[in-house]
């Protein structure tokens, strides 16, 4: 089994360390053989009896110890670049070209990445992007802080590319960190190590002008109704030329235009200001999210404390179909028996029945992805055969239809006799006959 990747170009540097590699089995590196076919470079990577990095998270996440074995993977790889003197920016770390040996949980790379622009570091990260975005975020509050403070450690670039030992010991990375467990007693939700993000706040600020204009106001009504009493109370103190009648009505005016004044909206002292403040992100128990990789882009919903992403879509958007099936995508006018409507949105029932005498179980798809193969931790159907691979093929449903995926299996996947493309998939159909290496099943629908 190959991967084969083409350049358009001839004889260069990266092909005198082709070559190199052709004559020397370095262990992280996925050995290659190099051809030259009408101005074309074709670089022919050995990847029999391992599985597509990607192709395995994207049936299941990642855990903690799944990231250990990827910095240890890339510690041995990069020790053997140094050792050999290669170009360690000249490795692939598309998620698509690294290829996994289940048995040893190790990872292998591709050499032979030309692009100018881009580095290891550049790379790095963009592979734990993937991380990121594939950990399982159920895991335990230590493994969720821990893959995070890792990330930003990449992010940043605190780390030495030749030599990631750092990034691969899991105590060193949590004696660096800076969180302590006290923080974490004192505000559990905060990720101190996580840059800050900006926010905006409105603030309710008092407009002073106006409230000095009312406040002035106010005591020059008290100031001339005092002087009004005074009139009445003891006028030889106080010589005003007014009447008692006339300072009467002074005391009476000044008292009501108090009253009115005082009784003004405080909202026409303030004005309203918005302003950007940094804040620590905060990662909330309740907003983690399952079912990420339902096909939906939109991340509204992991903070809005529903279980995931269809549950946020069933409460909030009235368009979405709670089934995952479009109900007026074929109408066509005519009532449907509500009876056959029913029988056409219920799911079927997925069973592979064993053809032969050698004692293989029956198979019953009860979830999907279903992965079979002769590997007890990684396959929901195990099948003790030396014939069949340690994750062999997988049995999915996308849009109401099953599929069954060769997983690059060595002997093979066939359906109906026809072996299919590695990595490739084909429509499964009732009474399709699915082989497995030499074990062979009839589909059976219900």
Not at 126 to 135: A, G, M, P, Q
Not at 149 to 177: C, F, M, P
Request: aromatic share 10%; with cysteine; charged share 30%.
């Amino acid at each position: 089994m190959y991967m084969v990747i083409e350049k358009e170009t001839m004889e260069t540097d990266m092909d005198i360390d082709i070559k190199m590699l052709e004559n020397n089995h370095i262990e992280p590196l996925l050995p290659v053989k190099i051809r030259h076919i009408d101005n074309r470079s074709l670089y022919y990577y050995d990847v029999t009896s391992r599985q597509q990095f990607s192709k395995i998270y994207e049936y299941r996440k990642l855990s903690r110890k799944n990231v250990d074995n990827i910095l240890k993977s890339l510690n041995e790889m990069v020790d053997a670049v140094n050792e050999y003197m290669l170009n360690l920016n000249c490795i692939i770390l598309k998620t698509d070209c690294i290829y996994v040996d289940v048995s040893k949980d190790k990872l292998y790379f591709a050499y032979g990445n030309e692009q100018e622009d881009s580095s290891f570091q550049q790379e790095l990260k963009r592979l734990f992007d993937y991380v990121i975005e594939h950990f399982d975020h159920g895991a335990g509050d230590t493994d969720v802080l821990y893959i995070y403070n890792l990330y930003q450690k990449i992010v940043r670039g605190e780390y030495d590319a030749s030599d990631l030992k750092a990034l691969a010991e899991t105590d060193s990375i949590s004696r660096d960190s800076d969180i302590s467990e006290n923080k974490i007693e004192n505000d559990e939700n905060v990720l101190d190590f996580i840059p800050m993000e900006e926010v905006e706040e409105q603030e309710e600020v008092e407009n002073k002008k106006v409230f000095l204009l009312f406040n002035i106001a106010r005591v020059c009504l008290g100031v001339v109704m005092v002087a009004a009493i005074g009139r009445m109370l003891a006028p030889s103190y106080v010589p005003v030329p007014v009447s008692d009648t006339g300072a009467l009505i002074i005391i009476i005016s000044c008292a009501a235009l108090i009253a009115v004044i005082s009784r003004i909206p405080k909202s026409l002292f303030t004005r309203v200001e918005t302003k950007k403040v940094m804040e620590p992100f905060r990662y909330d128990k309740k907003d983690r999210y399952e079912g990420c990789d339902n096909g939906r882009n939109d991340d509204s919903y992991i903070n809005s404390g529903y279980k995931d992403v269809n549950d946020y879509y069933k409460t909030n958007n009235d368009s979405y179909d709670k089934d995952g099936d479009d109900d007026n995508e074929n109408y066509d006018g005519n009532t449907m028996l509500l009876s056959d409507y029913f029988n056409n949105k219920k799911d079927k029932t997925v069973k592979l029945l064993y053809k032969g005498n050698d004692g293989f179980p029956d198979i019953e798809v009860s979830q999907f992805p279903w992965i079979i193969g002769s590997m007890e931790k990684n396959c929901n159907t195990v099948i003790k055969s030396k014939l069949v691979s340690h994750i062999h093929a997988c049995i999915t449903r996308d849009n109401g239809e099953y599929y069954v995926e060769d997983m690059n299996s060595t002997n093979g996947t066939y359906v109906n006799g026809e072996r299919l493309i590695m990595n490739s998939r084909r429509e499964l159909n009732n009474l399709d006959e699915i082989t497995l290496a030499a074990v062979s099943y009839v589909v059976e629908m219900s």
